[in-house]
C-alpha cells in the first residue's frame, strides 16, 4: 500500500490541517456552554428539571472514569483524543518501510508536527483564548506531536542511513551540510525527550525548562535540512511565540511587589503580591525572585481571583527552587528592619494564564476536592464565585450557587495554612444578600500522639471518620480520609435534578477517587463534569 498522496509537501499538509481540526473541536465543543453563560450574564443555569439522553450519560460516565491503570492520571475522553491522533498518524503516514521506500514522508511529517508543536507552546495562546480550547488540552497535543515529531525524525533517518550503508554512499552523503544540520535538528529533538520525563520534569524543572530552548535548532535545522521550502509550516508557530515574547516583555514591566510574606508549619510560604491581577479562577503564574535567580521562573496556581490588582500564590518547600525561595524569605525577614521588610525581596510575575475546560459560574453545585497544598485552584474557584454571587441577582428564574468544600490535610497545624481566606469566604456566604452557600469540610489523615512528654509519633486514619474536638476554625475539623462515595451520593441526594462542577487537585489517589465517584452519581437528571490536576511531589 502506497501513501495516500504522492506528493510528501501536500501529504504533511493535509496531515498539519487534519491535527488542528481535531484540536479546535475541543473548542467547538463548549461554545453551547460559552454561549449559555454569556446569555445568563455569569449566572448559573435556571431552576428546572434536567432530562439527559441514556447515550449522553454512558458517554459521560466513560469519559470522565480514571483509566484503570497505576502509574496514569488519563481517563476514557483522553483515549478517544489519543486514538484519533494515532489514527491520523497512520492515515497519513502510511508506508512500506522496504530498501527502496522514499522515507521523505517521515521527515515532512516531521516538520508538520513541530510546527504544530511550536503552535501549542505559547502561553498567550489565541487557540485558547479565542477558540476557548482548554490550556491542558494544549498541552496534552504539545507533548505528543512533540514525541511524535521525535519518532518520525528517527524512522526518517534510520531508514535513509540504512538504505546509504546498503548501497555504500553514507561517506558520500554524510559530507553534505544539510545532513549536518538534520542531524543537529534531531539531537535537539532528543535532549527535550529526554529532559521531559516525568521524573527529571519534576525532580529538575530547570533543566526540563532550559532545555526546551534547544527547539530553536531543531526549528533552524528542519528548515535548512528540507529539500524545498517548508517554512511555512513553522510561521504560524513562530509568529504566535513573538507575539508571545512581547506581551510577556511587558508583564516584566508590570510594578508588581510583594507586599505581605506568612510561613507556616510545614515547610509552606505564602505570598501576597500587588500589581497583578486574575479575573478567572484556576490559573497559574510564572514568578522569578531575582534574590534567588535572575533566570529561574517557576510557574504556581493563583489562590485568589476576583477584582483588584493583589494575587496569592503559595509556595511548598517541595523541589529546589521553592526551597530556596523560601529561605530567600527568611533571610529578607531577618535582615530588613520591620518596615521595609519586603522592599529587599523583588518580584517578577508573568502572567496570569490558562483557560479552564469548566465555564464555573454556569453550574448551580460546585464540588471542590483538594489535598494539602492543591487547595489553591479550589480557593481561587469559590472565590471568584463569591464574587459573582455578592452582583446583582440575574434572571427570574436563575438561582444561586452552592459550593461544596472537601480539604485533605495531613497534620491538624496544616489547617492554617488557609484558614484565613476560608474565613473569608465563609463570611461573604453568610451575607444575606450573597447569592450562594459555602459548606466546608476539613479532613486530617494524620493525628499526632504522644505516650510521653518526650515520645510523639503520626497515626494514620484511615477512611472511618470522627469529629475533632478542639476547632474552633471555619467549617467542620473530621479525623479521617473523606469517605468520597458517599460525599458524592449525599450531594445527589439533595441535589437531585441539577449539573455540577467539580474541581480535584492532589495526589492520584484522591483524583481518580473524586473521578469515579463522581461518575457512578451522574445519572439522567444530573451529571458531575471534573476537572482534575494531580501533584505527585
Sequence with gaps: MEPIIPDYHITAWAYFASIMALVLVEGLVRLPTD???????????PLGPIIHSRIYVLVHKLSTLPLPFIFTN????????????????????????SEKSDFALYGWLTIANGGICLLMAARNNILATVARVPSTTLLMYHRWTGRTALVHSTIHFVMVTRRWLTTKEAAEHFRHRFIHVGLVAWLALCIIAVTSISLIRRRSFEAFYYSHFVFLAFVIGGMIHVPRPGQEFFLPGLSLWVIDRLIRFYYNFRPARITDVAQYEGNLTKLRISGVSSHQPARIVWIQIPNVSFLNWHPFTLASAGPGDEVTVAIRGLGSYTRTVQVAVEVARHTSIPSEEFKCLRVRVDGPYGVSGI???????????????????????????????????????????????????????????????????????????????????????????????????????????????????????????????????????????????????????????????????????????????????
Design 74 to 97: 488519563h481517563r476514557g475522553s483522553d483515549v478517544v483524543r489519543l486514538s484519533a491522533f494515532i489514527g491520523l498518524n497512520i492515515l497519513w503516514g502510511w508506508n512500506r518501510l
Design 35 to 45: 454561549f449559555a453563560l454569556f446569555i445568563r450574564k455569569g449566572h448559573p443555569q
Design 359 to 537: 465555564r464555573w459560574g454556569l453550574y448551580p453545585v460546585i464540588v471542590i476536592v483538594a489535598g494539602g497544598v492543591g487547595i489553591t485552584p479550589g480557593l481561587s474557584i469559590a472565590s471568584y464565585i463569591m464574587q459573582q454571587a455578592s452582583r446583582a441577582a440575574g434572571p427570574g428564574n436563575c438561582q444561586g450557587w452552592h459550593i461544596h468544600f472537601v480539604w485533605v490535610v495531613k497534620c491538624r497545624a496544616h489547617v492554617a495554612w488557609f484558614t484565613d481566606a476560608l474565613s473569608s469566604l465563609k463570611t461573604m456566604a453568610s451575607v444575606p444578600s450573597t447569592r450562594a452557600t459555602f459548606e466546608l469540610t476539613i479532613h486530617v489523615t494524620q493525628e499526632h500522639t504522644s505516650n510521653d512528654a518526650n515520645v510523639s509519633e503520626k497515626k494514620e486514619i484511615g477512611i472511618s471518620v470522627s469529629d475533632a474536638g478542639g476547632y474552633d476554625g471555619p467549617g467542620s475539623l473530621m479525623l479521617g480520609r473523606p469517605n468520597l462515595p458517599q460525599v458524592f451520593k449525599d450531594l445527589r441526594d439533595m441535589y437531585p435534578t441539577l449539573d455540577a462542577a467539580v474541581s480535584v487537585c492532589g495526589p492520584r489517589s484522591l483524583v481518580k477517587g473524586v473521578r469515579t465517584a463522581a461518575a457512578m452519581e451522574s445519572c439522567l437528571s444530573g451529571v458531575f463534569h471534573v476537572e482534575d490536576e494531580a501533584f505527585e511531589l
